[in-house]
């Protein structure tokens, strides 16, 4: 049993730790966005 339960394990903490990355990325590239737009507005608006 634990023979064929180690595999799924495995996999699923590196489904994980993948899913959390991707979210990382996404999240830092979004925060990475509103930065730029935010700077943008205000040098528009300060022009």
Same mark, same amino acid.
């Given at each position: 049993?634990?023979?064929?339960?180690?595999?799924? $394990? =495995?996999?699923?903490?590196y489904d994980?730790?993948?899913? =959390?990355?991707? =979210?990382?990325?996404?999240y830092f590239?979004? $925060?990475? $966005?509103? =930065? $730029?737009?935010?700077?943008?507005?205000?040098?528009?608006?300060?022009?």
């Amino acid at each position: 049993m634990k023979q064929r339960f180690s595999p799924l $394990v =495995i996999s699923l903490r590196y489904d994980l730790t993948n899913t =959390i990355q991707t =979210i990382n990325v996404l999240y830092f590239n979004a $925060v990475s $966005v509103m =930065i $730029v737009a935010t700077l943008g507005s205000g040098l528009l608006h300060g022009f």
